[in-house]
Nanobody, 121 residues
Framework: QVQLVESGGGSVQAGGSLELSCAAS????????LAWFRQAPGKEREGVAL???????LYTDSVKDRFVISQSDSKRTVYLQMDSLKPEDTAVYYC???????????????WGQGTQVTVSS
């Protein structure tokens, strides 16, 4: 069983920055990916970024050059640094864990409770 706890959401004006954190506990299969997803009201859950245990990363096109995903030395905490935020980044952000490298939500069995990010114009 894997537990994921997100923190760091909040409200910010357009152009601002936020950093999200996700603490993972429990047994993680190797290899694995820790990823960030987001879901805006009325929209499907979207994969934002992932990082594998060996540090390989993957981003969705809309956040490239603005968001950076990283992990702690213990590999148990993953961060999402979000810069140049836009109103369209407003969503609930979820941390998730999977045994494969993918941004498809269907491949993720473990999810955190989510944290709200609101970007005002």
């Amino acid at each position: 069983q894997v537990q994921l706890v997100e923190s760091g959401g909040g409200s910010v004006q357009a152009g601002g920055s936020l950093e999200l954190s996700c603490a993972a506990s429990g047994y993680l299969l190797r290899p694995y990916s820790l990823a960030w997803f987001r879901q805006a009201p009325g929209k499907e859950r979207e994969g934002v970024a992932l990082i594998t245990r060996d540090g390989s990363t993957l981003y969705t096109d809309s956040v490239k050059d603005r968001f950076v995903i990283s992990q702690s030395d213990s590999k148990r905490t993953v961060y999402l640094q979000m810069d140049s935020l836009k109103p369209e980044d407003t969503a609930v952000y979820y941390c998730a864990a999977s045994g494969i490298k993918t941004l498809s939500a269907k491949q993720y069995a473990y999810w955190g409770q989510g944290t709200q990010v609101t970007v005002s114009s």
